[in-house]
């Protein structure tokens, strides 16, 4: 069992920026593929970017040189997952989620298996 918890949401003006961090404690020791998802309600989960257990990294291209996702990865654990957003837009309003689940390069929400609580980001014009 991995249980996250997601922290740095706020309020901010576009063009700003914001740095999100998912705490994972529990079952860290295991390689999982890691990644942020945000979804607006009424609309599907977005997958944002992800970093997989080879520790490569791809990005949605709504975020691509925008976003950049990191992990404190130390034998094959990762206990602080980050997300650094800059330039922010307001289309970038959203729940945020922290994942983790997988081997390898995961990209589809149902192959996840641990869920954080979210983080709100909303940017304003």
């Known amino acids: 069992q991995v249980q996250l918890v997601e922290s740095g949401g706020g309020s901010v003006q576009a063009g700003g920026s914001l740095k999100l961090s998912c705490a994972a404690s529990?079952?860290?020791?295991?390689?999982?593929?890691w990644s942020w998802f945000r979804q607006v309600v009424g609309k599907e989960r977005e997958r944002v970017a992800t970093l997989d257990t080879d520790g490569r990294t791809t990005y949605a291209d709504s975020v691509k040189g925008r976003a950049t996702i990191s992990g404190d990865n130390a034998k094959n654990t990762i206990s602080l997952l980050t997300l650094q957003m800059n330039s922010l837009e307001p289309e970038d309003t959203a729940m945020y989620y922290c994942?983790?689940?997988?081997?390898?390069?995961?990209?589809?929400?149902?192959?996840?298996?641990?869920w954080g609580q979210g983080t709100q980001v909303t940017v304003s014009s």
């Open positions: 994942a983790a689940g997988g081997y390898g390069m995961v990209l589809t929400s149902s192959e996840y298996n641990y």
């Open positions: 529990g079952d860290t020791y295991s390689t999982y593929c």
